[in-house]
């Protein structure tokens, strides 16, 4: 059975302190990892796609890395508009459609 | 730009009463999703699809159906409203192999 775990579950900063989410996973065969932000009270948002150990991904102030048996998202110099929840989440080979999600980190930035 | 759109926002439905969510894709997504989501407890997988009129069970079905007609519309039906279904509802589509889009999400509130 595919696992996500995340953490911390939840992460407080400065502004402009940069930090990590960690996405630890077991999977049979990965398909792909995949990070999504989420607001409060609206559908999670897809950042990036991961697909092999090595490979990483940037966005703005984010960047995504993936070994084969963690991701992590690294936030440099976040801004009070990146608080949210991230979530990541794991699909195998043999669950081409499903994803297993994790619980999430819920960031907060404080000015 | 490409959407999930999940016919209601808000719904307030009273016990008993039998409940339609519906969501529509414009993306030809052959795989579509519902997810629930509760404080503490994620995102869980109700029911998902590959195809259209082929439905698979996730990981908390009881209670749920749905109906896949179309390839766009895929859609939850509870069979009569009780109040532990009071959640956010989440529609999502993907690709095979890609991330997830998901709809803005339908709260439900069962009085």
């Known amino acids: 059975e595919d696992q996500v775990t995340q953490s911390p579950e939840a992460l407080r900063l400065q502004e402009g302190e940069s930090s990590s989410l960690n996405c630890s996973y077991t999977?049979?065969?990965?398909?792909?990892l995949f990070w999504y932000r989420q607001d409060p009270g609206k559908g999670p948002e897809f950042l990036f796609t991961?697909?092999?150990a090595g490979e990483e991904k940037e966005k703005e102030r984010l960047k995504a890395t993936l070994t084969k048996k963690e991701s992590f998202l690294h936030i440099t110099a976040p801004k009070p508009e990146d608080s949210a929840t991230y979530l990541c989440a794991v699909r195998s080979n043999t669950n081409a459609g499903k994803s297993t999600f994790g619980d999430g980190t819920t960031l907060t930035v404080k000015p | 730009d490409v959407k999930v759109t999940q016919s209601s926002r808000y719904l307030v439905k009273r016990t008993g009463e039998k409940v339609f969510l519906e969501c529509v894709q414009d993306?030809?997504?052959?795989?579509m999703f519902w997810y629930r989501q509760d404080p503490g407890l994620g995102l869980r997988l109700i029911y998902f699809?590959?195809?259209?009129?082929?439905?698979e069970k996730g990981d908390i079905p009881e209670g749920y159906s749905v109906s896949r007609e179309k390839k766009e519309r895929f859609s939850l039906i509870l069979e009569s409203a009780s109040t532990n279904q009071t959640s956010m509802y989440l529609c999502?589509?993907?690709?095979?192999?890609?991330?997830?889009?998901f709809g803005s999400g339908t709260r439900l509130t069962v009085v």
């Open positions: 999502a589509s993907s690709g095979t192999g890609d991330g997830y889009t």
């Open positions: 699809s590959y195809d259209v009129k082929m439905k």
């Open positions: 999977v049979s065969g990965l398909r792909g």
């Open positions: 991961l697909y092999s």
């Open positions: 993306m030809d997504h052959e795989n």
